[in-house]
């Protein structure tokens, strides 16, 4: 592991510490525990990224108790519970994630949703669907059950490296707390299993976890899919109860179980997977997971007509016009998604591959009719309103022809200022007290907020 070590050497001298904060780190929003922002720690980075180095290559460092975000997962469920780091933490595991990204490539998942989806359409196509059986099993507590031991002696212990091995093992048992927690009741959030939720390696340590189960099961039955904790494959009807039993024994090997979600049948038959709604006739949206998506909707809809009025009276420059655009412009970003130079964002992007555009057509006529509650519109959708059908369209074969919020236009500095007076984060009147990197850090915060919002409706998706 020769490689591993230059990796690891190289990720975590003081000045590529310094490199990675003002690439991924800088514009971040939100403080940890200890409510220490990201200008704050710039102010003395070169001091904070020396300590980060010396203790990190010395086996001393030590993360502050994760801070405890409750994500509703909806009703009847246990909501997920999300850890997140100090900032000075923040930087830490993300050069820890760069390193273990470089030595274990192969083991981070990189394929998305929608291309599953594609597999499966093939293989629907091309397969009997009266003599072709699909079998679909959910990981119980995926991350949270995931076992210490085996994770860091079984499957990392081939890095041979004390100083890495201590830093993760320091990462993924440290507490995660409730903001006003009392440190007399400390014991109570140390965790003795599980990968907490929320951290940049999280994703690479469940896969390097799961890594060897994947190319065990690879070549089972017909074909062997998994998506982190869902896990479908098909196969003939005389393999399924025998796979089902492997799989199951596989997991428990590994200190995992399936939970009561099981299902199984033909492909003839429609079935759900990755919030998606199956069938050899048509590819559509599971119905909880329009239902989800149209609630947030109205839930934009129910805060705008509640609060324009207060938001007008309270505010220092947003006139009504401005507060109307400003409205019509968040709503046209939850229906059409965003994107940037690298990446696309949002519902219609996730649920690209849905060949079912009736739904489509259905959901926007029950955003237009929300405009009827509303008088500021005159109860009538606006002109400017677009739609999910014509977001589908662009998404899939012309996602540059301007349809789609695309963030990768906004080079210069006149125009992220231009973003910023227009989205309401600016007074036009203003923009001349801010120094070029004061908005461009201002541009950049308010991107990397909105385009988190937008991975919100499908962030419980499975």
Excluded at 318 to 332: Q, R, S
Aim: net charge positive; proline share 3%; aromatic share 12%.
């Amino acid at each position: 592991m020769e490689d591993f070590e230059k990796q690891f050497l190289f990720n975590f001298p003081p000045a590529k510490l310094q490199s990675t904060f003002h690439d991924k780190i800088k514009n971040k929003t939100g403080k940890g525990i200890d409510g220490v922002s990201s200008p704050q720690i710039e102010k003395n980075l070169g001091l904070i990224s020396l300590g980060i180095s010396k203790k990190v290559l010395s086996s001393q460092y030590r993360f502050s108790p994760y801070l405890e975000i409750v994500k509703s997962k909806g009703r009847g469920k246990t909501p997920r519970i999300i850890s997140k780091p100090t900032i000075r933490d923040k930087l830490t595991l993300c050069a820890l994630k760069d390193t273990l990204h470089y030595c274990y490539d192969s083991c981070i998942q990189k394929q998305l949703p929608n291309s599953f989806i594609r597999e499966i359409k093939d293989l629907i196509s091309k397969n009997d669907l009266e003599k072709t059986h699909y079998l679909k099993i959910d990981i119980k507590g995926f991350y949270d059950n995931l076992d210490h031991t085996n994770l860091l002696e079984n499957y990392l212990g081939e890095l041979n490296n004390e100083h890495l091995i201590a830093l993760i093992r320091r990462a993924i048992k440290n507490k995660t707390v409730p903001k006003n927690y009392k440190k007399k009741d400390s014991s109570k959030y140390h965790g003795t299993r599980g990968v907490p939720q929320g951290l940049s390696i999280s994703n690479v340590l469940a896969g390097i976890y799961m890594s060897n189960f994947d190319k065990e099961h690879s070549n089972i039955g017909i074909k062997y899919l998994r998506y982190v904790d869902d896990i479908l494959i098909f196969a003939h009807e005389y393999e399924i109860l025998a796979i089902e039993e492997q799989i199951d024994k596989a997991l428990n090997q590994i200190g995992l179980e399936t939970n009561d979600k099981t299902e199984k049948g033909l492909i003839s038959k429609p079935f759900d997977y990755l919030g998606y709604k199956i069938s050899s006739e048509k590819i559509s949206v599971r119905e909880s997971t329009i239902d989800r998506f149209i609630n947030s909707i109205i839930a934009m809809f129910t805060d705008f007509k509640l609060n324009f009025h207060y938001r007008v009276e309270n505010s220092k420059w947003l006139t009504p016009e401005h507060m109307k655009a400003l409205f019509l412009l968040n709503i046209n970003e939850k229906i059409t998604g965003a994107i940037t130079e690298t990446k696309r964002y949002g519902w219609i992007f996730y649920f690209i591959e849905i060949t079912d555009i009736h739904s489509l057509h259905k959901l926007d006529s029950i955003i237009s009719k929300q405009f009827t509650r509303l008088e500021m519109f005159n109860k009538q959708p606006p002109k400017e309103l677009k739609s999910l059908v014509n977001s589908h369209y662009s998404a899939k074969y012309s996602t540059f022809d301007g349809y789609i919020h695309n963030y990768g236009v906004y080079k210069s500095t006149i125009e992220k200022i231009h973003f910023l007076v227009k989205f309401g984060y600016l007074n036009e009147q203003d923009t001349k007290d801010f120094t070029e990197e004061e908005i461009a850090r201002k541009f950049e915060i308010a991107k990397s907020t909105r385009l988190v919002k937008l991975e919100e409706d499908i962030g419980n998706i499975s």
